[in-house]
């Protein structure tokens, strides 16, 4: 099957490369020239916790002639809607798209195309692109590091499905979601807390993680969370073989204090990692807030489960992004 990954970002550059360094024959589809000539002039190249270049063929949007069976969507949801119908003129009468966006992006996806021609993957490990191009891999590069949890919004596994997992599994675990909205919500989970308060402090996972300030709230973001799928009757999945909600769930004094402890542990592996959002924010472009901590605000409201430390986290992004504010610790004290 012929397939393309569209939007050669932080993540896509990675995707790429490993996919390029097995082997793989595929297209880079592009909206930024600047990428696009610096992706076919030298590849796509990974710098961090690995260091290598492979050799892609990267094309603009505007000039794809081909059609595709399967397209890795990596864009920003902010444009999904005229993404998605520009994509569905290049795919194939049953191509199909694997969306590998933050959020619940299925949903508007298949409204489009359809829920049967929609697949959706969370994406367990992060990167941050530092030029055109170039993509630091800040998660170790490992297996059991490199997840991915892939589930079909129809509920089917069909040929597609099949051919998805084979090329995935060339860079890294793909575990099999039948309870695909349990595996969503759990990176909803992990992205609501963690590139959340990167993005209002203006650092790292672990930074955020570590400082103990911040990390009463992350700890507040995480129950919320873990609260609104409850009344919302959504299993929270494992992720890489870690129960978060085990582990960071409490209801005593005990739990809420051994929970507290976890987190820093429980995002070791991911430290490094600076949120997409942040990287937006530091670029002067919008970034996803509405798409992540926004979602837990809306299931919030529509199963009356109360969510301050969401609600605020949203806030402040937003006046960040008015330039009323700037990232940085300082902005702990607004959630008192």
């Known amino acids: 099957m012929k397939y393309a990954i569209y939007g050669t970002g932080s993540l896509g550059i990675v995707l790429a490369a490993y996919l390029s360094e097995a082997g793989e024959k595929f297209d880079c589809i592009d909206r930024n020239k600047n990428n696009i000539e610096a992706l076919n002039k030298n590849g796509a190249c990974v710098i961090g916790k690995r260091q290598f270049c492979a050799k892609v063929n990267a094309i603009h949007v505007d000039d794809v002639k081909e059609k595709y069976d399967i397209i890795f969507l990596l864009t920003k949801q902010l444009g999904n809607k005229e993404t998605v119908n520009k994509i569905s003129k290049i795919l194939n009468k049953d191509g199909v798209i694997c969306t590998m966006q933050n959020g619940l992006p299925e949903e508007e996806i298949s409204e489009i195309i359809s829920k049967e021609r929609t697949f959706g993957c969370t994406v367990g490990w992060g990167a941050t692109r530092t030029e055109y191009g170039v993509s630091e891999l800040t998660s170790e590069p490992n297996r059991e590091s490199l997840t991915f949890g892939l589930g079909s919004y129809a509920g089917i596994k069909n040929a597609h499905f099949d051919e998805?997992?084979?090329?995935?599994?060339?860079?890294?675990?793909?575990?099999?979601?039948?309870?695909?909205?349990?595996?969503?919500?759990?990176?909803?989970?992990?992205?609501?807390?963690?590139?959340?308060?990167?993005?209002?402090?203006?650092?790292?996972?672990?930074?955020v993680a570590k400082n103990k300030k911040s990390r009463k709230i992350i700890q507040k973001i995480i129950k919320e969370c873990i609260d609104v799928a409850k009344a919302a009757?959504?299993?929270?999945?494992?992720?890489?073989?870690?129960?978060?909600?085990?582990?960071?769930?409490?209801?005593?004094?005990?739990?809420?204090?051994?929970?507290?402890?976890?987190?820093?542990?429980?995002?070791?592996?991911?430290?490094?990692?600076?949120?997409s959002m942040l990287q937006d924010i530091e670029k002067g472009i919008p970034c996803e807030i509405d798409y992540i901590n926004g979602i837990v605000c809306i299931f919030g409201k529509k199963f009356n489960v109360p969510t301050p430390a969401n609600d605020k986290v949203c806030e402040i992004i937003h006046k960040i992004e008015a330039k009323e504010l700037t990232p940085c610790f300082d902005n702990v004290k607004l959630f008192d």
Not at 179 to 203: E, Q
Not at 264 to 270: E, G, M, R, S, V
């Open 233 to 275: 009757n959504i299993k929270i999945e494992k992720i890489q073989g870690k129960d978060v909600v085990k582990l960071l769930d409490y209801k005593g004094a005990l739990k809420k204090k051994i929970s507290f402890l976890i987190i820093p542990i429980a995002i070791k592996k991911h430290a490094l990692l600076k949120a």
């Open 164 to 207: 998805i997992v084979r090329i995935l599994n060339i860079m890294g675990q793909v575990d099999i979601e039948d309870n695909f909205i349990g595996a969503r919500w759990v990176k909803l989970l992990i992205n609501s807390a963690f590139s959340g308060m990167s993005a209002v402090c203006g650092d790292t996972f672990g930074a």
